[in-house]
């Protein structure tokens, strides 16, 4: 069942696993999952008023389609722009759906406008911390938001001033960043897995684990460097 009645970062994994596969999500499924996101719309607990996770989700973080852990504020702007990606996602034609993901639209676009009111944080393409800009780049990729080329092109050339020396960046999670980043078309973005080709060439390298995260991270730095 593709609705967790206990998780929205879950139930989100379980959209975003479908797009991955490229797996067809029937319609009636589609619909029922976008309208159960989307009555989550402004709930307690959301941030800026987008979408909110249940309460363990709060208190313990969600894990990102990659597997990276993340708590606090990060996870729950995180999952208000994942859920918001995943209504792109579905596609599905319904008012209630609409009005959600615009209220959630809205709420977003008033936290970039105060983030950008301060003048330590001038790039229009992050947001408060290297997770949470990644999770602005996935909902822009989809479609979200505005600004999106100029967004994703400074948040591309950003990650340059952050490497790690190791094949990644500092502050940045790596994986869900390189899941970004292969959506990306942009010369900054190809640079930059170039940059991580070594840690993507480990990765595919290994045996097919079992565990579902590592399984996932395997495939994409196949699917990474097959594009390089």
């Known amino acids: 069942m593709l609705i967790n009645r206990t998780s929205l970062s879950q139930t989100v994994d379980g959209i975003n696993a479908a797009q991955f596969d490229g797996r067809a999500l029937a319609a009636a499924e589609r619909s029922q999952a976008a309208r159960w996101i989307a009555a989550r719309q402004g709930l307690p607990g959301s941030y800026g008023g987008t979408f909110a996770g249940f309460p363990s989700e709060r208190s313990r973080g969600i894990v990102l389609f990659t597997g990276e852990r993340i708590t606090s504020a990060s996870a729950r702007h995180i999952l208000g722009e994942e859920a918001s990606r995943a209504l792109r996602l579905l596609g599905v034609r319904d008012g209630t759906v609409t009005r959600a993901l615009e209220a959630a639209d809205d709420g977003l676009m008033r936290c970039l406008e105060r983030a950008a009111e301060d003048p330590r944080r001038r790039n229009p393409g992050l947001f408060c911390c290297g ?27 950003h990650l340059r001033s952050v ?66």
């Open 131 to 157: 997770k949470c800009s990644v999770g602005l780049w996935r909902n822009l990729l989809a479609g979200g938001l505005d600004r999106r080329d100029e967004r994703l092109r400074r948040g591309a050339q």
């Open 163 to 228: 490497r790690d020396g190791e094949h990644g960046w500092r502050k940045f999670p790596f994986w869900y960043t390189v899941l970004a980043l292969s959506d990306m078309d942009s010369g900054d973005a190809k640079a930059e897995l170039k940059y991580a080709a070594p840690a993507l060439e480990r990765a595919a390298s290994r045996t097919v684990p079992s565990a579902s995260y590592a399984r996932r991270r395997r495939e994409l730095a196949a699917r990474t460097l097959s594009r390089l």
